[in-house]
């Protein structure tokens, strides 16, 4: 038997599997898993070359491309003083409701622990705000997670894995170099 990786949202596992059993669909779903995970590889490579401040300007982007604060005034905050805040993303014309966002360019290995969280939660209090939006590079501490849970404020927490899902997914700093359709018979043609 040949050994064949399959690429997980979370992990690599590697299953064995003789090629000859797959079929050419879950071949290409093979493929397409570990070009996936090639490409966050790189991006992930290429955001920790970029200053600090290119990465804040680069989740406010990808709000923005999600649909959030697409109206003037969403913005990332100045580079200097921001006084525990990266950008702000107004979800309405008026501004009535505003999400304030934390980015933190950190290395893999360097999880965002419950002080990180505690200091952006502060700086949101003192914006008498609601909601929050943490991006890192890297990864939240299982302590971290559970102090989210005791705040007032909704803090939605986006770890590198997902940050990577979403940039693909919403083509920031990416785009489509192929596309292969595949068919199958629409049973429902056929049925009497």
């Not at 950008?87 to 304030?100: A, E, K, M, S």
Request: proline share 3%.
């Amino acid at each position: 038997k040949n050994k064949v990786k399959s690429y997980g949202d979370t992990n690599d596992e590697e299953v064995e599997s003789n090629e000859e059993e797959l079929t050419p669909i879950e071949n290409l779903e093979n493929a397409s898993k570990k070009l996936k995970q090639e490409l966050k590889v790189e991006l992930n490579n290429q955001i920790m070359q970029m200053s600090p401040y290119f990465f804040e300007k680069l989740v406010i982007d990808l709000l923005k491309k999600m649909g959030y604060g697409n109206f003037d005034g969403t913005t990332e905050t100045k580079k200097s003083s921001d006084g525990g805040i990266d950008g702000i993303v107004y979800q309405d014309v008026l501004g009535l409701d505003i999400v304030y966002v934390q980015a933190k360019r950190y290395k893999e290995d360097s999880k965002i622990g419950t002080p990180d969280l505690q200091k952006f939660c502060g700086a949101l209090s003192g914006k008498q705000a609601s909601k929050g939006i943490f991006f890192t590079t890297s990864d939240f501490s299982s302590q971290a997670l559970d102090y989210l849970k005791t705040t007032p404020q909704k803090i939605i927490p986006v770890n590198g894995n997902k940050l990577l899902d979403l940039m693909i997914e919403f083509g920031i700093w990416t785009e489509t170099s192929t596309a292969y359709e595949t068919y199958k018979i629409d049973e429902d043609y056929f049925s009497e």
